[in-house]
């Protein structure tokens, strides 16, 4: 089975709204999916936070051979995985939660950064 990673487009008319799925390659646009992996919202006012990707199932469907189209592979690019731009989205979203007229963002969809590994110094007693 080939698995492509696009988009699945909801919403209504004149307010389009957009899922990121893996699926087969054969299904309708709008068909069954094997997994969602984020949501794109091309009217959201900070341009930085409008993809909310899942960036651990990502890494994994492309892992097994997912191939992105090429809008989903732009995405991916900035806000998957190593993406480009998660810096800027982290401010995005922080900017959008103090603001009133939009929800509070998931937390588990706001992208951390990864911890820094530190190697532990040999400690010994002087005295």
């Not at 487009?9 to 893996?22: E, I, T, V």
């Not at 949501?39 to 992105?68: C, F, H, K």
Request: a positive charge.
């Amino acid at each position: 089975m080939a698995v492509r990673i696009r988009m699945k487009k909801m919403g209504r008319r004149h307010r389009p709204f957009f899922r990121l799925c893996a699926t087969d390659a054969r299904t309708p646009r709008d068909g069954r999916v094997l997994e969602e992996l984020g949501t794109y919202d091309p009217l959201v006012p900070e341009v930085d936070a409008r993809a909310l990707l899942n960036a651990d199932r990502i890494a994994y469907w492309l892992s097994v051979g997912a191939q992105p189209t090429d809008k989903a592979a732009v995405l991916i690019k900035k806000y998957g995985p190593n993406g480009t731009h998660l810096d800027a989205q982290r401010a995005a979203l922080e900017r959008l939660s103090q603001s009133r007229r939009r929800p509070v963002v998931p937390a588990h969809l706001i992208p951390q950064p990864k911890p820094v590994a530190v190697e532990a110094e040999d400690v010994t007693d002087d005295e």
